[in-house]
């Protein structure tokens, strides 16, 4: 990001608190990201002004963090949105904090901080409850989380604008996919509204959010990750229905994604867009064609990225597209080869940002998460081959982040409240998903306890999730129902395995090059029921239609 501030800004690390301590003063951390209108907004004004960062320079240690790049540092200062504007003791604890500050709101926060720091000192600062909270509420997994997840759905639905809550809205892809085997007409009057409201016609690929219940206000800033689910969210709904309308936002948003936001460089997916000074999006067609392009972070994240691959395999194994397929590939290829090493995700290829002081990177949760997702779903539609890595990503996980029955988001290692753990919520239930998966694709029990482990480990409090983490009910049921497991001997391509990859519903798993199985046969099985073998694509769905009755 271009600071046009005043603000002598540190680095994120252990000789800024040191430096807070020795001059017993606190620190002011800026938490911005470079897709963020009102950070850069905040940087033109409120820090722009010369008396405040004066201020925030004599009485302050100030150190800018980019969300992206320091994801433990995001999830354990966010105050709800970016910029998070936080007031820290050299301990790392908290003392206040607050979002987006105008000139005159900076001014009254940084008095008050002032006098509390004179007052009380460190004694003022307080550890957030989900770092003090080490336990998460453990209980038992039955049918009733996926009913209680369907309830919330159905009471937070707007009847009026579709999509679920009142406001903001986000585009909520779990959520949509789990409506989708469960109220399909919910469902796709949401998917519907999603792409209505936040698609940007011109250029493809979906706005982050909208800031009003009726879908205005929309926040045009565009993100690899929620796009990347997003393509798998709708391509699942073209699967369903088998209506183009559910197909074109996916691929309009895969064009996207393979020209404005990747970067050839790399040979992977950049991050972000954001608006831009001039924000493009708001212009009609005819002024857009000549303003200038939004600005893009380049930068390579493994986990977007993993995200990315997912749904461009997911696209490809309903609509055989070349394009997603071939962009998928190069993408997976850099996140093996550049980003993956002995089951350990690096976080970016700029190699500078969470990492050991070794310089070795560190295993972070819901990296390991995506990536094993993203391999899973390349080995059931390109490569089985891929599973090797599958098998390292997923034990390096276990070993490194496991902690009694779920598991920590990182190594305990860092300055700030870098050194407590934190067990998120959606993280584990990422990875508890994406070993549900692998314990199909491999046959490995293990994975599928460790799975039932890490769910169970929340499942106290699953009668108050929210809608966003609708991926934990779909996950338990999954789980308890057993997945449709439709095996195929034949390597993937050929007639039956791209049959089998398009039957039934998005929750099923399919096992390509199965050794159990000849070469021109596939078969279907949930729980103890096994089909009989299938040699031709409309026997493979009679079969599998036999075991869904």
Request: aromatic letters at 8%; a negative charge.
């Given at each position: 990001?271009?600071?046009?501030?005043?603000?002598?800004?540190?680095?994120?690390?252990?000789?800024?608190?040191?430096?807070?301590?020795?001059?017993?003063?606190?620190?002011?951390?800026?938490?911005?990201?470079?897709?963020?209108?009102?950070?850069?907004?905040?940087?033109?004004?409120?820090?722009?002004?010369?008396?405040?960062?004066?201020?925030?320079?004599?009485?302050?240690?100030?150190?800018?963090?980019?969300?992206?790049?320091?994801?433990?540092?995001?999830?354990?200062?966010?105050?709800?949105?970016?910029?998070?504007?936080?007031?820290?003791?050299?301990?790392?604890?908290?003392?206040?904090?607050?979002?987006?500050?105008?000139?005159?709101?900076?001014?009254?926060?940084?008095?008050?901080?002032?006098?509390?720091?004179?007052?009380?000192?460190?004694?003022?600062?307080?550890?957030?409850?989900?770092?003090?909270?080490?336990?998460?509420?453990?209980?038992?997994?039955?049918?009733?989380?996926?009913?209680?997840?369907?309830?919330?759905?159905?009471?937070?639905?707007?009847?009026?604008?579709?999509?679920?809550?009142?406001?903001?809205?986000?585009?909520?892809?779990?959520?949509?996919?789990?409506?989708?085997?469960?109220?399909?007409?919910?469902?796709?009057?949401?998917?519907?509204?999603?792409?209505?409201?936040?698609?940007?016609?011109?250029?493809?690929?979906?706005?982050?959010?909208?800031?009003?219940?009726?879908?205005?206000?929309?926040?045009?800033?565009?993100?690899?990750?929620?796009?990347?689910?997003?393509?798998?969210?709708?391509?699942?709904?073209?699967?369903?229905?088998?209506?183009?309308?559910?197909?074109?936002?996916?691929?309009?948003?895969?064009?996207?994604?393979?020209?404005?936001?990747?970067?050839?460089?790399?040979?992977?997916?950049?991050?972000?867009q954001a608006p831009g000074e001039d924000n493009a999006h708001t212009l009609d067609a005819t002024d857009r064609a000549s303003a200038a392009e939004p600005p893009v972070d380049t930068g390579v994240f493994a986990g977007p990225n993993a995200l990315a691959i997912e749904g461009l395999c997911t696209y490809y194994a309903y609509t055989d597209d070349e394009r997603a397929r071939r962009y998928a590939e190069r993408a997976l290829e850099t996140l093996r080869e550049d980003l993956l090493t002995d089951g350990i995700v690096a976080h970016t290829l700029e190699g500078s940002?969470?990492?050991?002081?070794?310089?070795?990177?560190?295993?972070?949760?819901?990296?390991?998460?995506?990536?094993?997702?993203?391999?899973?779903?390349?080995?059931?539609?390109?490569?089985?081959?891929?599973?090797?890595?599958?098998?390292?990503?997923?034990?390096?996980?276990?070993?490194?982040?496991?902690?009694?029955?779920?598991?920590?988001?990182?190594?305990?290692?860092?300055?700030?409240?870098?050194?407590?753990?934190?067990?998120?919520?959606?993280?584990?239930?990422?990875?508890?998903?994406?070993?549900?998966?692998?314990?199909?694709?491999?046959?490995?029990?293990?994975?599928?306890?460790?799975?039932?482990?890490?769910?169970?480990?929340?499942?106290?409090?699953?009668?108050?999730?929210?809608?966003?983490?609708?991926?934990?009910?779909?996950?338990?049921?999954?789980?308890?129902?057993?997945?449709?497991?439709?095996?195929?001997?034949?390597?993937?391509?050929?007639?039956?395995?791209?049959?089998?990859?398009?039957?039934?519903?998005?929750?099923?798993?399919?096992?390509?090059?199965?050794?159990?199985?000849?070469?021109?046969?596939?078969?279907?099985?949930?729980?103890?029921?096994?089909?009989?073998?299938?040699?031709?694509?409309?026997?493979?769905?009679?079969?599998?239609?036999?075991?869904?009755?």
């Amino acid at each position: 990001m271009n600071d046009p501030t005043r603000v002598e800004w540190r680095e994120w690390g252990q000789e800024a608190f040191d430096e807070a301590a020795e001059a017993d003063m606190p620190v002011l951390l800026s938490l911005t990201a470079t897709w963020c209108d009102h950070c850069h907004e905040m940087d033109r004004t409120t820090y722009a002004e010369p008396r405040i960062a004066a201020n925030i320079n004599d009485s302050f240690v100030p150190v800018r963090v980019d969300a992206d790049r320091h994801p433990r540092v995001r999830d354990r200062y966010n105050m709800g949105g970016f910029p998070s504007t936080v007031f820290l003791a050299p301990d790392g604890s908290v003392l206040t904090g607050a979002g987006y500050l105008g000139t005159d709101g900076m001014r009254q926060v940084l008095d008050s901080v002032r006098t509390m720091w004179d007052t009380k000192g460190s004694g003022a600062g307080r550890i957030p409850r989900p770092l003090r909270e080490d336990s998460p509420p453990a209980g038992e997994l039955t049918a009733d989380v996926e009913a209680a997840m369907l309830g919330q759905l159905t009471e937070t639905y707007d009847e009026v604008a579709g999509g679920w809550g009142d406001s903001p809205k986000f585009p909520l892809p779990d959520a949509l996919e789990f409506a989708l085997k469960r109220d399909r007409e919910m469902a796709l009057r949401s998917f519907d509204a999603v792409s209505a409201n936040l698609l940007d016609e011109y250029d493809g690929g979906f706005y982050r959010f909208a800031s009003e219940s009726n879908w205005s206000g929309l926040h045009h800033e565009k993100l690899l990750d929620s796009n990347g689910a997003l393509v798998r969210a709708f391509a699942n709904a073209y699967l369903h229905t088998g209506n183009d309308v559910y197909r074109e936002p996916a691929d309009r948003t895969i064009e996207y994604l393979t020209t404005t936001l990747w970067n050839d460089d790399a040979d992977a997916f950049g991050n972000s867009q954001a608006p831009g000074e001039d924000n493009a999006h708001t212009l009609d067609a005819t002024d857009r064609a000549s303003a200038a392009e939004p600005p893009v972070d380049t930068g390579v994240f493994a986990g977007p990225n993993a995200l990315a691959i997912e749904g461009l395999c997911t696209y490809y194994a309903y609509t055989d597209d070349e394009r997603a397929r071939r962009y998928a590939e190069r993408a997976l290829e850099t996140l093996r080869e550049d980003l993956l090493t002995d089951g350990i995700v690096a976080h970016t290829l700029e190699g500078s940002t969470e990492r050991e002081q070794n310089g070795e990177p560190i295993p972070l949760l819901l990296n390991q998460a995506r990536t094993l997702a993203a391999l899973t779903t390349a080995a059931s539609t390109l490569e089985p081959a891929v599973l090797a890595d599958a098998t390292a990503v997923a034990d390096a996980t276990i070993e490194q982040l496991h902690d009694e029955d779920s598991f920590f988001d990182g190594p305990a290692i860092g300055a700030g409240l870098l050194d407590r753990p934190l067990r998120p919520l959606d993280a584990n239930v990422a990875i508890a998903d994406a070993l549900l998966e692998l314990s199909v694709l491999t046959e490995t029990q293990r994975y599928r306890d460790l799975a039932r482990e890490t769910l169970e480990a929340f499942a106290g409090a699953s009668d108050r999730f929210g809608v966003q983490i609708a991926g934990y009910a779909t996950t338990v049921s999954r789980l308890l129902e057993g997945p449709l497991v439709i095996t195929v001997g034949d390597e993937p391509g050929t007639d039956l395995h791209r049959a089998a990859l398009r039957l039934a519903d998005h929750e099923k798993v399919v096992v390509p090059a199965a050794d159990s199985l000849e070469a021109g046969t596939a078969r279907a099985e949930r729980g103890e029921f096994v089909s009989d073998r299938a040699e031709t694509p409309a026997e493979l769905s009679n079969r599998v239609q036999s075991i869904l009755e």
